[in-house]
Each structure stands twice: as structure tokens, then as C-alpha cells.
């Protein structure tokens, strides 16, 4: 596992962004797992910043999401299909094509989850997997539970996460309650991963992932085990490493 503590947010996306365009860069057909919520925008702006100034091409990268809410459809500005279109697909040359996300509003969300992990292992899994960490250790939407979830599966959001999300909702109430998410396999079969961590609230869990014991109730200590990963966080995160 590498750690790269830079000083602050603007530090922590130069680097998030310099590792994902080195990876385009190095296979310009890769296949990019990406993440949704604050962490990542940063990233997402200065690889839009890149592919504007013309040293990067997205044009043959696939992509495929970690995770959507159940019910919320593509055009509902909370669902992470939008979250995606408007900080990173509608500004680079990808192919709307190439990008997948779960469909939130499939009638069958079972058959869902199984269609999205048969996507994702035809693609042989990402080449490089984002991922921003909850303050419960959640990677994707794997929330803390008693054993790590291997394939896409439907996930009941606990409390915590509900009471995170509810940022982003005018109403309560409108906070999805489920979602779709990639599993702990499916992520761990990633060639690389890129975890990013910001920020003081998430000081504690930075430390519990990355020096803890392994365990399911920090879903983002089995990446201890991954033999690729990198780290990238701001000094405010890293404070109790
Ligand atoms: P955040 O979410 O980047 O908005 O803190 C991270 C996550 O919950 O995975």
C-alpha cells in the first residue's frame, strides 16, 4: 500500500488526477471504476482540465460506476447517473457508450445487479478502481456488516449513510433508502486502486482502514490485502496515521 499525504484538498486532487491520467495515458482503452460524492470532484475537475488543454483522450476509456441509488432516475439531479454526466462525462470526449452506471429504476433489481457484475467481469474488471471511503468505512455502498458482499447486490443504506446523504435533499424523506453497489470482490478485482480521503471527519476511519484489523465492519480494511493500491489524502485526514 503507498501513502501520498498531500497538504491540503487542491494537493490531494493534483495527485488523484495525475495518477488516473497516467493510467489513460498508459492504456488508452482502460477501464476506469469510478466514484461519486464530494471527494472526487476536485479529481474530476482537473481531468476535465486536462482533456480541455489537450494532453489527455477519453475516447476510447471505458468506465464503469461503483454504485446508484434505487429509484432515482438518470435526470434526478441526485442520482449519481447525473453526478457523473455533470462533473466528468459531458466535459471529456468519453463515449456515452462506455460509461456504465447500475439503473437505479430497473423493474428487477436482482436481475439488475447480476446483469451490471457480468458487465463488469466482461470487461476483465477496471484497470484502476476510484474510491472515496464513508465515515463508516464504506467502500461503494458495502456498508459495515458481518461478512464482505463478494458481486453487485442490493444494499438497505444504514442510518449513518442516510444521515450523510441527507446533505444533498431538500426533504428527508426524499433520501433513497437502497442502492446497487459493486461488491467487495468485484472491486477487489480491480488491477489498481486509488482510495482518496479528505478531510478531518474522516481522520478516524482513515486510521481504522488502513492500520485496524481487517474486518467487514470496515469494509475499507480489506483493501489492506489488495496488491496495488495507492492512498492519497489530505494532511487533515492523515492526522492519526
Ligand atoms: P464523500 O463520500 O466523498 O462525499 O465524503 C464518500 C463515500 O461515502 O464514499
Do not use: W
Not at 458487465?119 to 459495515?144: C, K, R, S, T, V
Amino acid at each position: 500500500m503507498r501513502i501520498i499525504v498531500a497538504k491540503d484538498y487542491e494537493g490531494m486532487c493534483v495527485n488523484g488526477a495525475n495518477l488516473i491520467a497516467a493510467q489513460i495515458l498508459l492504456k488508452p482503452d482502460c477501464v476506469l471504476g469510478l466514484a461519486t460524492g464530494s471527494t472526487p470532484c476536485g479529481i474530476y475537475d482537473r481531468l476535465a482540465g486536462k482533456y480541455q488543454a489537450g494532453e489527455l483522450d477519453f475516447s476510447a476509456v471505458r468506465s464503469v460506476n461503483l454504485d446508484e441509488y434505487v429509484g432515482l432516475s438518470p435526470e434526478n439531479d441526485q442520482s449519481y447517473r447525473y453526478f457523473m454526466q455533470k462533473n466528468l462525462f459531458s466535459r471529456v470526449n468519453i463515449r456515452p457508450e462506455n460509461t456504465h452506471v447500475p439503473d437505479g429504476l430497473a423493474a428487477d433489481i436482482e436481475a439488475e445487479c447480476q446483469r451490471y457484475e457480468a458487465l463488469i467481469a466482461g470487461y476483465g474488471y477496471p484497470d484502476l478502481q476510484l474510491l472515496g471511503i464513508g465515515l463508516n468505512g464504506h467502500i461503494g455502498f458495502n456498508e459495515p456488516e458481518d461478512q464482505f458482499p463478494v458481486a453487485t447486490h442490493r444494499v438497505a443504506l444504514t442510518e449513518s449513510t442516510i444521515a450523510a446523504n441527507s446533505r444533498f435533499f431538500e426533504n428527508p424523506a426524499e433520501v433513497p433508502r437502497a442502492a446497487i453497489t459493486m461488491g467487495i470482490g468485484s472491486i477487489m478485482r480491480a488491477k489498481r486502486v486509488l482510495l482518496a480521503i479528505s478531510g478531518e471527519n474522516k481522520k478516524e476511519i482513515a486510521r481504522a482502514a488502513l492500520c485496524g484489523p481487517v474486518t467487514p465492519q470496515v469494509p475499507a480494511s480489506i483493501l489492506q490485502l489488495h496488491p496495488d493500491v495507492t492512498v492519497i489524502l489530505d494532511a487533515a485526514a492523515a492526522a492519526l496515521l
